[in-house]
Structures are given as structure tokens and as C-alpha cells.
């Protein structure tokens, strides 16, 4: 089993790196590498997709490796693998985003990512820090987690599902902010379960344990 979270350049991987293999370990999920090699993309049974950084710059990257694109794409598209997105990863995923200008997505779950607009003018922009889950819908990827755990956010912008059911969980900031999306193998978090300590590193090995 092999778990490729994917390098195309819009990111800091190494944590991200170190808990997925700490918890590949813990839970028997097989080997986890970073990777910027196609056939590696093409062949893995996992993808993540990390992304740090505005939404235009990270979505011209990933297109930009078109071989990483194309396998990734056909891998989640077409095989069926299981895919996670992480912060930008998942926004990503969106059928649109907002940020300095109007940028396609992948259109894996439909809606867009527009800058966050708390409804108290008190709460900062961005929403950085620790906050509390509120679980929407049960999944696999949240085995062992209920609403009130908490895990960490660093971001600006927020995705906006056409789907109520596409969405896992959310947090409250100045109103409701999607923290985790789903459908059929693809998943995403807002947050970064690498930062988050025990919680995010049980969603972590809830994913590399998955089998949808």
C-alpha cells in the first residue's frame, strides 16, 4: 500500500510528511512518500494534496507539473483512489475560487472558496488558530472524533458547497466555516491535521485506512 502525497511546489511538506508515516506505521497503512514523480502519482493507492499559499498561484502550479496533474486527475477521476486535500489541497477541489481573481478548480466537489467574512467585525482575517469541530454528516475520515474537537486553522478564504451533504464538518467563526468535505474517495480539511495533534493525527490514520 502506498500513500503519495504529491509535490508540485506550493508547500512546506515536511510535517506533513513526518505524521503521515508516523501513523502508517501505527495503524499498518504501508509506505508514505513525498513525491513530484508521475509514474509514482500514477501508481500510488493514496494521493494527498497539500497547498500553502493563495488559490491562483497554487492551482497554476499543479497544472503547471501537467504529468502530476494528468495522473492525479486520472487517479481520483477514473481509478477511484482515495484522495485527500489539505488547506489550499482541498480548496482546490472547488469548482471556483475567488481569491485576486476568478480561477477553475478541479470540480470534484461544487461550489467556490471566497475570502471569509466574519459577521463580528472583532474576529481577524485571517482565521488562524485552534477551533471546534461541529460534525455534519458521519464518515469514515471521522472514526473516533465528535463534534468539539479541535484542530488548527491558518487560512483567508473558505469554500462554499452548492451541497449540504458534501459537507462533513464545520467550525464557527463570526458564522459557519466548512472545516471538511466529502464524497464518494475524495476528501478534504481546511484545517491542517498535521498541526493538529492527536486529532488531526487520528483523522490522518482514519484516511490511510480507508477503503471506500
Not at 512546506?12 to 503521515?20: D, G, Q
Not at 472524533?145 to 488548527?152: A, E, L, V
Not at 473558505?158 to 467563526?173: C, G, I, S
Amino acid at each position: 500500500m502506498l500513500t503519495a502525497i504529491i509535490d508540485y511546489e506550493s508547500g512546506n511538506l515536511h510535517s506533513a510528511e513526518k505524521a503521515f508515516q508516523r501513523m502508517a506505521v501505527e495503524v499498518d497503512g504501508g509506505e508514505v512518500v513525498v513525491t513530484s514523480d508521475a509514474d509514482v502519482v500514477a501508481r500510488a493507492d493514496r494521493l494527498v494534496l497539500p497547498g500553502d499559499g493563495a488559490f491562483p498561484a497554487c492551482a497554476e502550479e499543479l497544472r503547471g507539473h501537467k504529468g502530476i496533474y494528468d495522473a492525479m486527475v486520472d487517479a481520483v477521476e477514473t481509478k477511484g483512489r482515495p484522495f485527500l486535500g489539505i488547506c489550499v489541497g482541498m480548496q482546490l477541489m472547488a469548482s471556483r475560487g475567488h481569491e485576486y481573481q476568478l480561477t477553475e478548480g478541479l470540480g470534484w466537489i461544487a461550489g467556490d472558496v471566497e475570502k471569509i467574512m466574519p459577521t463580528d467585525a472583532a474576529l481577524k482575517v485571517p482565521h488562524m488558530g485552534w477551533n471546534n469541530l461541529v460534525i455534519d454528516h458521519p464518515h469514515a475520515l471521522l472514526e473516533g472524533i465528535k463534534s468539539g474537537d479541535h484542530t488548527y486553522f491558518v487560512h483567508s478564504y473558505q469554500f462554499h458547497v452548492t451541497k449540504p451533504e458534501e459537507r462533513l464538518a464545520h467550525v464557527e467563526y463570526g458564522g459557519d466555516v466548512t472545516a471538511i468535505i466529502g464524497r464518494d474517495t475524495m476528501v478534504g480539511m481546511q484545517f491542517h491535521p498535521e498541526k493538529s495533534q492527536d486529532i488531526g493525527l487520528r483523522m490522518i490514520g482514519n484516511f490511510l485506512k480507508w477503503a471506500p
